[in-house]
């Protein structure tokens, strides 16, 4: 299968692009390369006869319609958006422009493709979207397929105009669409300015761990390569129309895993005090969602998939990923808005 993957140069991208070429798959990584990307989440694989890269704009139908004119893909991975909910609240256009033109754009281009190859059966087009378009959930209960959409940031309300137009694609005109919808995803290669890398970095740096509010809210974890097995089970094995959840089945409050960290670098690089030591609580996030925790029922019965990576194995792994790979993440930190606290502007 040749596998057409949008924003593969990102964290969830490249995750993707990775598996996807070790299992044999054809792969056309379609990246713009905006601040949040890096060709050194997929040089591992950059030398593979079954790998190409694009750089281009999801935004720009006309070089959509040349990549896939070029390279006659078998299915669409849809997973280019922005995604920073602290930056959507400073500046929420660019998340319309990408997360809903710029899907628009690519159904478009999809669906025109599709219809000049005389809507090839086996076609896919797999839209990757958030648990944030379900809204905050209180202390009890878990968002399943058909939660209702209840989006409270910029962020997440361009990811849900994103599905709605690709569930109308395939309700209108036939594309054999597939919906997924994750929790947070965490691992090797992760942005610095997400929770996960900030704690680590700043850990390291001795600078203050920031935790907003009191740290009670919750998110459920997913490790980046249980997701990427996850996608490509949903690509291959998902009824069109449908959509599922994807969760790590590892919900805990953001303070607790923060003290994880801490004690898992307090083990893998002792220093005179614990790193625990450097938490700081800051002012919170404007509309910082309570609680997110996906029910993966639907997945896991009807495609037979969980993940495999408990929370503490895959935080221990991901502290040691970014303690061995300090060139990656040094690279980064002059890029823009890394390190500064985003999403006061409201």
């Not at 930056?87 to 493709?113: H, K, M, V, W």
Request: hydrophobic residues 40%; contains cysteine.
């Amino acid at each position: 299968m040749k596998l057409l993957v949008t924003g593969g140069a990102g964290f969830i991208g490249s995750a993707v692009v990775r598996l996807a070429i070790a299992r044999n798959y054809e792969v056309i990584n379609l990246d713009a390369l905006t601040y949040a990307a890096c060709l050194e989440n997929v040089a591992s694989v950059a030398d593979s006869p079954h790998y190409v890269f694009e750089q281009a704009d999801i935004r720009d139908r006309a070089t959509l319609d040349r990549i896939f004119a070029t390279h006659q893909p078998d299915a669409v991975m849809h997973l280019a958006a922005e995604s920073h909910v602290d930056r959507s609240i400073d500046g929420p256009g660019t998340f319309i422009e990408t997360n809903i033109t710029g899907t628009y754009q690519l159904l478009e281009a999809a669906r025109s493709y599709w219809t000049a190859k005389d809507k090839p059966e086996a076609f896919r087009f797999h839209h990757i979207s958030t648990d944030e378009v379900f809204g905050s959930l209180g202390e009890t209960g878990q968002f399943t397929e058909t939660t209702p959409y209840d989006p409270r940031s910029p962020y997440s309300a361009s990811k849900a105009a994103s599905d709605h137009l690709v569930r109308a694609w395939g309700e209108t005109y036939g594309l054999p669409v597939v919906l997924s919808n994750c929790s947070n995803n965490y691992g090797p290669y992760h942005f610095p300015e997400k929770l996960i890398p900030v704690v680590i970095l700043n850990a390291l740096a001795d600078k203050p761990i920031p935790v907003y509010g009191a740290g009670e809210n919750v998110r459920d974890w997913l490790y980046v390569e249980d997701h990427a097995d996850a996608l490509l089970t949903v690509l291959t094995r998902g009824e069109v129309g449908r959509s599922y959840n994807i969760g790590g089945e590892n919900e805990v409050k953001n303070i607790d895993l923060v003290r994880m960290i801490c004690t898992i670098l307090d083990r893998s690089r002792p220093k005179n005090r614990p790193y625990a030591s450097q938490i700081a609580f800051v002012t919170d996030r404007p509309g910082h969602d309570l609680r997110y925790a996906i029910d993966p029922t639907r997945i896991r019965d009807e495609l037979g998939w969980r993940p495999s990576v408990t929370l503490e194995e895959g935080l221990d792994l991901t502290v040691q990923w970014y303690l061995e790979n300090e060139g990656w993440w040094r690279a980064l930190q002059n890029r823009d808005g890394v390190g500064a606290r985003l999403g006061v502007k409201a």
